[in-house]
């Protein structure tokens, strides 16, 4: 069964906006509690791990997106190992007739890549899913959305125009 319609937007997307549409979920759930690596996340995809937590706002991640950035993670490192593969055999395989077929590693490399990507959409990794928001200076008192996101400081880019020529982007 496929849901119908848009992806609702999280209510702390639309506080970030001023809420433009005036309407609001009061009971949708907020996850608590810090992002925790689950103990299969090890080795390179512990270094993945790593990387994409720091490369985020502090306190961007909580304790319900530990799954997603563990199957990202995991993904990254069977790319990286298919594509490895790949490079060392060859871009074809002897089929079980002698005929020359794709790599296996090629199919496994392309699905991970489409996990990868889903992946890091959800975790805001993309360029497209960070299109809306940006890092920026707060007021001293934080302002108006100083307890969001653990505190970093961010501002709602409202205009698709060029860097520096919208409005929102001037401060």
Excluded at 23 to 39: A, F, L, M, Y
Excluded at 104 to 114: D, M, N, V, W
Excluded at 125 to 137: C, F, H, K, V, Y
Aim: a positive charge; proline letters at 9%; glycine letters at 12%.
């Amino acid at each position: 069964m496929a849901i119908r319609g848009r992806t609702p937007k999280p209510s702390l997307l639309k506080k970030l906006e001023g809420n433009p549409g005036r309407r609001r979920n009061e009971r949708e759930p907020q996850p608590t509690g810090p992002i925790q690596k689950p103990d299969f996340v090890t080795g390179e995809a512990e270094r993945e791990w790593d990387r994409a937590i720091g490369a985020m706002p502090d306190g961007l991640y909580t304790s319900a997106d530990g799954p997603v950035l563990a199957v990202y993670c995991v993904a990254w490192v069977l790319f990286r190992n298919a594509l490895a593969q790949v490079a060392r055999e060859g871009m074809t395989a002897v089929g079980s007739q002698g005929q020359k077929l794709p790599h296996p590693g090629l199919a496994i490399a392309a699905k991970q890549a489409e996990i990868i990507l889903r992946a890091a959409d959800r975790l805001g990794m993309s360029p497209s899913a960070r299109s809306r928001l940006t890092l920026g200076e707060l007021p001293a008192d934080g302002g108006k959305f100083g307890d969001l996101f653990g505190g970093a400081p961010l501002r709602l880019v409202t205009s698709n125009e060029p860097k520096g020529s919208s409005r929102s982007s001037k401060g």
